[in-house]
């Protein structure tokens, strides 16, 4: 079993920035495919970025490519979102998503329970 916690969210204005974490628990994190998704109320979840755990090779959205970073501390257990230039659309609850040894970008088998990231214009 895996546990996801995520931090970070808040409220912005536009163009600000935010950093997103998600720790993790387990011993294997190096070997976690790991995502971030969000879903605005009264819309579906969608995807945003994905790393994947060998080479850390990344995958991003292209609502977000360009603005936003994810990156991986294994040291850590940690997962990043780095979040520039924000938009009002952007506003929604991220989540983080992990799969042991997972080879896909866009399913995972356990999720956090996600932090609110609002944006004002």
């Known amino acids: 079993q895996v546990q996801l916690v995520e931090s970070g969210g808040g409220l912005v204005q536009a163009g600000d920035s935010l950093r997103l974490s998600c720790a993790a628990s387990?011993?294997?994190?190096?070997?976690?495919?790991m995502g971030w998704f969000r879903q605005d109320s009264g819309k579906e979840r969608e995807f945003v970025a994905a790393?994947?755990?060998?080479?850390?090779?990344?995958r991003y959205a292209d609502s977000v490519k360009g603005r936003f970073t994810i990156s991986k501390d294994n040291a850590k257990n940690t997962l990043y979102l780095q979040m520039n230039s924000l938009k009002p659309e952007d506003t929604a609850v991220y989540y983080c998503?992990?799969?042991?040894?997972?080879?896909?970008?866009?399913?995972?088998?356990?999720w956090g329970q996600g932090t609110q990231v609002t944006v004002s214009s």
């Open positions: 387990g011993r294997t994190f190096s070997t976690y495919a």
């Open positions: 998503a992990a799969s042991p040894g997972g080879n896909s970008w866009y399913e995972y088998d356990y």
């Open positions: 790393i994947g755990w060998i080479g850390s090779s990344t």
